[in-house]
């Protein structure tokens, strides 16, 4: 068998499943467009690339933010005014909640967006929070900061992740305790190396009763089942492929409780519709209004107790 040959080669070392610690890990199959090998864990059906590319970080350079990378995130600082109306409903859903029983009038609830390239999420916070983000790339945090003095914002975008909090004196001051209301990973967790680290991490800096924010993709759904080693969403860069029960069994295993789920999203359509209009150059484009509401209403059916489609977000609190 071709796939047991490929997994004697590179198998020597057995991993753990990144999501749930079992030792109960099996190759999977090849990404062959892209050259690397996917795992897939017994115990949460959690997936992962294995063996991890040599140096991940090196994807996050300049092309990448800049979209002119092969693998990249779409620059969205020309679009940030139509992004914006899928923030402003995400935060409205965040600030819906959080709890600010315990804080007083004064102060205002303290957000942390991990990986948050530009900052357009962060500057979206900034009315309702004391809103920050982290992200591993100077160049992003630079000019994510830079676009925020020119708006007179007094949020500030930090270079590190999780796992790596950054160390200077004023850092080490707003990253102290358990302050944070709420810390969203917005398409970030299927990046991290060492996510069970990276969500400790997490839960350490959130207060008690704060809210943390995974927007993945849910490898139990029947998008990612069907699509088999096809599915668009095998990507060098993306080297955990959760399911919304393994996400959940990690979280619980490190102290999170009351989870809620969103299928596909935690803001509506309408807001999607206004996004996109940004990128809407011509009558074609029009049909994607279409499909996209489609795969929206799509995401609200399930069959035989999975979700139709892998689009998932998860509120889980401290
Ligand atoms: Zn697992």
Redesign the pocket.
Known sequence: MKGARVKQIRGRQTPA??????G??AFKYRITRHRFDIWV??????EFQHPLPKSADAYYDEGYYTGKSAFSYQDERRQEHYHNFVHAARVRSVVGYIRTGNTSALERPKLLDVGCAFGAFVRAAAENFESSGLDVSDFAISEGNKINAEKQLECRLWRGDLTHLPKSLAARRFFSGDSFAAITLIEVAEHLQNPRTAFASAYKLLKPGGVLVIQTANFEGWQAVKGGADYHYYLPGHLVYYTAT?LK??LTDLGFREFKEFFPVDFPLWAKWRKAWGDTKSFRDLTRFWRMSLYHLKSKLSWRGRPLTSSYVLYARK
């Open positions: 499943c990144p999501v749930c610690a079992s109960q890990v864990c017994s115990a949460c059906r959690s393994g069994q990690m």
